[in-house]
């Protein structure tokens, strides 16, 4: 077997480890049933959908159907992006507030994309901020500090 796909092998691979993970750490806490769910039947059967998708896609790296691709490498600024402003939120949250850390999550991770555009960075920071105050704080109820605290807004 070749692999054809090998953004679609590597995919599968991915998805399949990572759901095989949590699906492996979620045995660790009470299952429950669908009726009255417990702390581990969530990420299990998550962890076992993402796992069988990641098999789905890495079959359909190695079909002769597939569409030649070749991974390339890794971007480390890209990565170092994504992944440092999703931390940086983490822990800007309290001290900023939700408003102030969505929006330099999401500009920050803007700058990752090839074709970055400060306007629209903008505009989907604001709206995910708005989109985030009115699920989480609203709709659900969850208690997070909306303005910077030394403001004294919240």
Known sequence: MRIRSQQNFWSGVMFLAIGIFFAGNAVEYSMGTAAKMGPGYFPFWLGVILALLGVVIGISGLSSKAQETKVEGWDFRVMFLVLGSVVLFGVLLRPLGIFVSIFILVVLSSLASHEFNWKVAVINALCLAVFAWAVFVKGLGLIFPL????????
């Open 147 to 154: 303005w910077p605290t030394f403001l004294g807004l919240n």
